[in-house]
């Protein structure tokens, strides 16, 4: 039997663990990649909160561009096996610092890759609600993961959302 994690908007975080507070505590409500969010800056780099994902097997990530901002910059999906001194609650800390690069299956062009460049306006303009991105990982053995973007130029406001799934037996 096999049990869907409801999608989840994912956590905005600038160092990679902590997510970005936009409302002070206690506690502090965190920034989601909402649309609401704009990323900015040549090389500017942006997490999301890394998440739990030991005994789970796929993930979906959609990522999307709103309409508006120019976006240029790379998502890629980052694993790691550390342990959080915060695990039991689900919560990452400061322990989790070897982090890989995770190759991913691209709907878009049904390849394997380890990153997906998304690159200025498309002609035309984006359709109606901007433009929308879908990776997944099956199979995956890694206790953490986190979605990693890398702003090239310009600025872009992301939607990112992950169902997670676990298959039985586990």
Excluded at 139 to 157: H, K, P, Q
Aim: charged share 10%; with cysteine.
């Amino acid at each position: 039997m096999s049990s869907l994690f409801f999608p989840k908007t994912l956590v905005v975080s600038v160092d990679g663990i902590n997510p970005v507070a936009i409302l002070p505590g206690p506690p502090p409500a965190p920034q989601a990649y909402d649309g609401s969010y704009t990323i900015t800056g040549n090389g500017a780099l942006a997490y999301s909160v890394p998440m739990l994902v030991q005994n789970k097997d796929t993930i979906g990530l959609q990522v999307s561009c709103l309409n508006t901002g120019t976006p240029n910059g790379t998502f890629s999906i980052q694993v790691s096996n550390d342990v959080s001194t915060q695990e039991t609650n689900d919560l990452p800390d400061g322990s989790l610092i070897h982090w890989a690069t995770c190759s991913f299956w691209d709907e878009s062009t049904g390849l394997w890759v380890t990153s997906k460049a998304i690159s200025g306006v498309p002609a035309g303009g984006f359709p109606s609600g901007g433009t929308s991105l879908m990776a997944s990982i099956q199979v995956l053995s890694a206790r953490w993961w986190r979605m990693l973007w890398t702003n090239t130029t310009g600025s872009v406001n992301l939607i990112a959302k992950a169902a997670i799934k676990a298959d039985g037996g586990r």
